[in-house]
């Protein structure tokens, strides 16, 4: 029966946040969060594996106070238990103080078979902390994984590729990222969401994961964002067109440069 640990983000709604124009960070203060979606089929994948081999689910996320609503529904979807990072010396951290943090909360554990993630992030999209926790725990890694499953301490995943579909074997302890709208997430029932409360998260700091202050947080990240701005939009604007003005009007968007003809 396979230890699993899902790595859950809370991120914001993608419509309720702008960029800190001193920072260039996210600022989601105003924004609604949510779990990632790619963390919610993370999450799925590793129900499913629990629910035809037995085992224990842990869901883990590094993140401030307001997390624990996330965490508590994943346990009232079938999780057995929830553990928060939380501390103000990880504000700000990019992908690599993530990924160290993340890894010793799972060497704290101490029991671990298979780790599952998103394949990335809504905020962020780098896709770097599955890969990241695979090296800093020296374990095998799967990503882009669409369907996986459990073979007494193998992992067999179906992974998406440019050219199609691969299918690996590989030993645990592993590294599983699974791609968005891979599968459907179960909806928990009431009942659940109130032992789930009732159960709570489990609360970690950097002093307790023996991290010192000084390896993680923005000043200690390597990635820097230097700046963003808005993409630029044309005008928008739509009319109806009859079967015999097509040619005329696809002259017109070549000549704008909206669009570009092939040839042979």
Partial sequence: MPDMVVLIK????????????????????????????????????????????????TVISMAPSFAEAALIE????????????????????????????????????????????????????TGHVGPGVAEFLEA???SYVRDCT?????????????EGVEVVRIPTPAVVTIVTNSNTPRIASLRRKIDAMRKGVTVWTMKDLGIPPDWVGL????TVVKKMLPFP?????????KTEEIGQMLEELVKEGIIELGGE
């Fill in 74 to 125: 994943c346990m009232a979807r079938g999780a057995d238990n929830a553990i928060l990072v939380n501390d103000r010396a990880i504000a700000g951290s990019d992908t690599y103080p993530t990924s160290l943090t993340l890894a010793a909360a799972i060497k704290k554990l101490g029991k671990y078979d298979i780790i599952f993630a998103g394949e990335k992030t809504s905020d962020s999209s």
């Fill in 150 to 162: 459990y073979e007494d301490g193998y992992v067999v995943a179906e992974r998406e590729l440019e």
């Fill in 219 to 222: 000043r200690n990240s390597p």
């Fill in 10 to 57: 809370v991120v914001p709604d993608s419509n309720e946040v702008f960029v800190d124009p001193v920072t260039f960070t996210l600022n989601r203060s105003q924004a609604t969060n949510v779990i990632n979606q790619a963390d919610e089929n993370a999450l799925e994948a590793a129900l499913r594996i629990k629910d035809k081999f037995g085992g224990t689910v």
């Fill in 233 to 241: 939009r044309k005008d928008r604007k739509a009319k109806r067109v």
């Fill in 140 to 142: 095998e890694l799967a």
